[in-house]
């Protein structure tokens, strides 16, 4: 049995779980939530499971530490991957996840690096390749170690940039409103992992745990956030995900 749990904003990392899903039969991928979400679903006895998520801020995104701090220290997982989507950067996330799986007593047997997004010269047809090509990988249970991260990764960037982001990106959404395009259709609060959003007379309320992951901004049909989210400038949203397919729905915000 393979499990796969992902995070995304964009949807793009989302795309890459469903794929690796439907190669390797592995059911659908489940979303992973913030804190201020109460969904958390773990599969007894998979004996493969994955993990795949977007590069924030040079590092593990907040909502996916959130998650994994509560996943079960007993398992019984033989096989454990990881993909970091990224647009170029992956820096030492990955090394990074590796050290945050150790305190659940898990080991990382295969990393992968797969970029994407409009600053990346990646068409469909090599990213579909390269999906094809780890899920072959992985259904051999082979190693896999891809851009671990260099010594000016892992100390200056994953190591100092990321660990001071995480100090102040939960309050970053206080730079984020709305304009009169807004209908108060709620699929910000929908898409939103963390649970960091609410309606109040209609209209979003960002509540300063944000993960800086862009979906609210990628997925709002009117375009009507404004504001400085650095993954937001990333691009829009991934063409072939719905927004019906970013709903989170193993967990009401708290």
Same mark, same amino acid.
């Given at each position: 049995m393979t499990k796969i749990y992902y995070f995304s904003g964009r949807g793009r990392s989302l795309f890459v779980a469903r794929e690796l899903s439907l190669r390797l039969n592995a059911g659908d991928p489940v979303p992973m939530t913030g804190?201020?979400?109460?969904?958390?679903?773990?599969?007894g006895s998979a004996g493969r499971v994955g993990f795949v998520f977007p590069v924030i801020d040079f590092g593990v995104p907040v909502s996916v530490r959130h998650y994994l701090s509560r996943y079960p220290k007993e398992h019984e997982h033989q096989y454990v991957f990881a993909v970091a989507t990224n647009m170029g950067m992956p820096c030492a996330a990955l090394t990074q996840f590796r050290t945050l799986l150790r305190r659940r007593n898990m080991n990382l047997d295969?990393?992968?690096?797969?970029?994407?997004g409009p600053?990346?010269?990646t068409d469909r047809?090599?990213?579909?390749?390269? @999906? +094809? %090509?780890?899920?072959?990988i992985i259904e051999a249970a082979g190693t896999a170690d891809e851009h671990p991260g260099n010594f000016a990764d892992k100390v200056f960037l994953t190591g100092a940039a990321n660990a001071l982001?995480?100090?102040?990106?939960g309050a970053e959404d206080r730079k984020f409103s709305v304009n009169g395009q807004c209908n108060g259709c709620g699929i910000c609060t929908r898409v939103c992992a963390a649970g960091n959003i609410v309606l109040r007379n209609n209209k979003p309320v960002w509540l300063h745990f944000c993960d800086q992951c862009g979906a609210c901004f990628?997925?709002?049909?009117?375009?009507? @956030? +404004? %504001?400085t989210c650095l993954a937001a400038r990333a691009g829009?949203?991934?063409?072939?995900?719905s927004v019906s397919e970013m709903t989170i729905t193993n967990g009401d915000a708290e």
């Open positions: 804190k201020h979400r109460s969904g958390l679903v773990i599969p295969a990393a992968f690096s797969v970029e994407q600053h990346v010269n047809t090599a990213l579909q390749s390269r @999906i +094809t %090509g780890i899920a072959e982001a995480r100090v102040f990106i990628s997925w709002c049909p009117r375009k009507a @956030i +404004t %504001g829009d949203s991934e063409a072939e995900i």
